[in-house]
Every structure is written in C-alpha cells, then in structure tokens.
C-alpha cells in the first residue's frame, strides 16, 4: 500500500542535542513539508521540497535543517538552535496539483527533556 | 501570503447541525481544503472548492465564496465521532503549498 511514514511516533531529547525526524513516502510524490503544531495552534510549514536536491524555508525554519537526496526520503533535523522544540511533527507529500492537498504522515510527537 | 481566520471553538448537541466559517487573504489562491483532525492524529481530507458554490458529500457540505474570501464547512447529523478539530488550509498559486487556519475545535454533546 502507499503512503507516508514518519517514525519515531514519540520521540525525547535532551536540552542542547540534536535530533532527526524521518519521513518517507512511496507514493511518488514530487513535493514534500513538514509542518509544527503547537497546541491550539494550526499548521506551520518549516521547509518544503518540491523537487529533489532543492528545499526552501517556511515560515519557521530557524533551527531546523532538511535534505532531499532522494524523491522517498525528506529528513528533518531539529538543532540544538531551536529554542522550543516540543511540539506535534507533520510530515506531508503531495503531487503538484492535487484534489486532495497533501497525504500527511502520522506525526512525531518530539519532546524535550 | 495566506492569512485565514476559523473561529477556535463550536459546541453543538448529537444531531444537530454546526457551520465552521473560514475566512481568508491571500495573494494568490489555487483551492481550499478542509480537513479533520482528531487530538494527537494526523489531518485527514474532507474537502475540496476551487469554484464558488457548494460541494456535497454525504454529511459534510463545504461552500466557497472567492469573491468574499469565504469559506464554511456544515457538519449534518453530528455524531459524537465527529468531535475532533477542523483545518481551513488554502492553496497558494505560485508554489501550491497550503497554509492552515488555527483550527476550530467542535465539541458533540450528548
């Protein structure tokens, strides 16, 4: 079946560490994001990709690092720069027009310890 | 840039019906999406206007007005299982990324 896999679900970290999110899609999608929810807040786009080897920031990008060195893989890494990391990861792909938007992961759920 | 407005909280009996206003600005617009989104999962697709009119489908209802920058989403029937938080996300022109609402979070009761 295709789709979209985010892992780890749950992922803790400690202060001054950083830390990678894995994204991976089969469903041979050109774009990809990745998305910060913070509670009661909505969707805000760290980075996307729409092609491979080649990103650009969102509104949120400081802190955060990407690649896009294959068309499945699109990796997010948190810094030890980003100073509230605790939040609701969400992976997305989508072709370049779409009916339906994006097809979301399931979320990385980060926590800082 | 998109800037879309929801109201952040709706709370409605089994049943009944529940309309979510969007409203939104943006620079360039290629469609609007409305998704469901239940706490700690992730969005799930409900609809889809890039003309105005109504779109049905089954107990949800979504309208688009492009002239007014106005969207709403009508819930029919509500079922407990329909307590969850839905996203107003609009599609930009240029590059095709969404940007989202805050959401709005309805609550079902019995």
């Known amino acids: 079946d295709g789709g979209i896999t985010q892992s780890p679900k749950y992922l803790f970290r400690k202060e001054g560490q950083n830390v990678t999110l894995s994204c991976e899609q089969n469903l041979n999608h050109d774009a990809m994001y990745w998305y910060r929810q913070d509670p009661g807040q909505g969707l805000r786009l760290i980075y996307y990709s729409q092609i491979v080897n080649d990103f650009q920031k969102g509104d949120i990008a400081e802190g955060y690092s990407v690649s896009r060195e294959k068309k499945e893989s699109f990796p997010l890494t948190v810094t030890s720069a980003q100073k509230n990391p605790t939040a609701f990861y969400l992976c997305a792909s989508s072709p370049r027009q779409s009916f339906y938007g994006y097809t979301f992961g399931s979320g990385t759920r980060l926590t800082v310890v | 840039g998109q800037n879309i407005d929801q109201p952040t909280e709706m709370t409605a009996t089994e049943g009944a019906i529940v309309q979510i206003n969007c409203t939104y600005q943006t620079s360039g617009f290629n469609g609007l999406f409305w998704y469901q989104q239940h706490a700690g999962e992730a969005p799930t697709f409900l609809s889809y206007?890039?003309?105005?009119g109504l779109e049905e489908k089954g107990r949800f209802s979504s309208f688009l007005s492009r002239s007014k920058g106005y969207s709403y989403l009508l819930l029919k029937e509500l079922q407990m299982k329909d307590s969850a938080s839905y996203l107003c996300?609009?599609?930009?022109?240029?590059?095709?990324?969404?940007?989202f609402g805050a959401g709005t979070t309805v609550t079902v009761r019995a």
């Open positions: 996300a609009v599609r930009d022109s240029a590059d095709y990324k969404l940007s």
């Open positions: 206007n890039v003309l105005d």
